[in-house]
């Protein structure tokens, strides 16, 4: 998974290149604008690119849910009276789920199967989605309505995201993922973060199918010194 931090002025895929000089070519990572190792962020300010592992990229959305789960806590316990007028409801703000009320419950650890770990992710998108009341009328009914079909959406896909992330991973605890992460910038070739992430993401058994998935690593790390990370990831890879 290639995480880019440029959103700002960024070609669009697909479109026909007029010079052939800037066609695809996976072989020297010509791939697009979202490769190129300078972004620019939400600012228009320059930025290294960003590259995330499977395994990376589920640790950062999992922290995120915790912060989301931490902030509407906060939001339950001071900001009631406004919450429940925002979502459209009264009395039914009493029966929220645990999840809001309770800053104990821990979402995510090490020891969870990936079914209890995507049980808990329903139970904190549920929990921390407002616009979920239907008592209101009128526009705010309307505009509750539309509130709670986007809110769905975006659900949806990020639910979806997870599961993947979940199946996917190969490092599953935190501890693992700094570990490999280490391994891999201690590489002596200068290799481009999407190399890194991908190294870190495939399960590749030898250095032909890791060359051969990732075919830019060709002329930039000798078979050897590749076999060698390739088996210390594997002794590093959790299984679950």
Not at 76 to 90: L, M, Q, R
Not at 190 to 198: S, T, V, W
Not at 208 to 228: C, F, G, Q, V
Request: charged share 30%.
């Amino acid at each position: 998974m290639n995480i880019s931090t440029s959103t700002f002025l960024t070609k669009r895929r697909g479109l026909k290149r007029l010079d052939e000089e800037q066609e695809e070519n996976a072989a020297t990572l010509q791939l697009g604008d979202e490769f190129q190792l300078q972004q620019l962020n939400h600012q228009g300010e320059e930025e290294e690119l960003v590259a995330l592992s499977l395994s990376e990229a589920r640790l950062v959305i999992r922290e995120s849910l915790q912060e989301r789960k931490r902030l509407f806590q906060k939001w339950y316990h001071n900001d009631t009276g406004v919450k429940a007028e925002v979502s459209g409801v009264e009395e039914e703000e009493h029966n929220s789920s645990d999840l809001q009320k309770n800053e104990d419950i821990e979402l995510f650890n090490n020891q969870q199967s990936v079914e209890e770990e995507l049980a808990n992710i329903d139970r904190v998108l549920e929990a921390t989605t407002p616009f979920q009341g239907t008592n209101s009328s009128g526009n705010k009914s309307n505009d509750n309505e539309k509130s709670r079909g986007v809110a769905a959406t975006n659900n949806q896909a990020l639910k979806q995201t997870l599961v993947y992330l979940a199946n996917f991973s190969r490092f599953r605890d935190p501890e693992t993922v700094t570990a490999v992460a280490q391994l891999l910038r201690s590489i002596t070739s200068e290799l481009h973060p999407f190399e890194i992430a991908q190294l870190g993401s495939l399960s590749c058994e030898d250095a032909d199918e890791a060359k051969t998935l990732i075919p830019s690593l060709n002329n930039k790390i000798s078979d050897e010194e590749l076999e060698r990370i390739l088996k210390e990831l594997s002794n590093l890879e959790t299984l679950y």
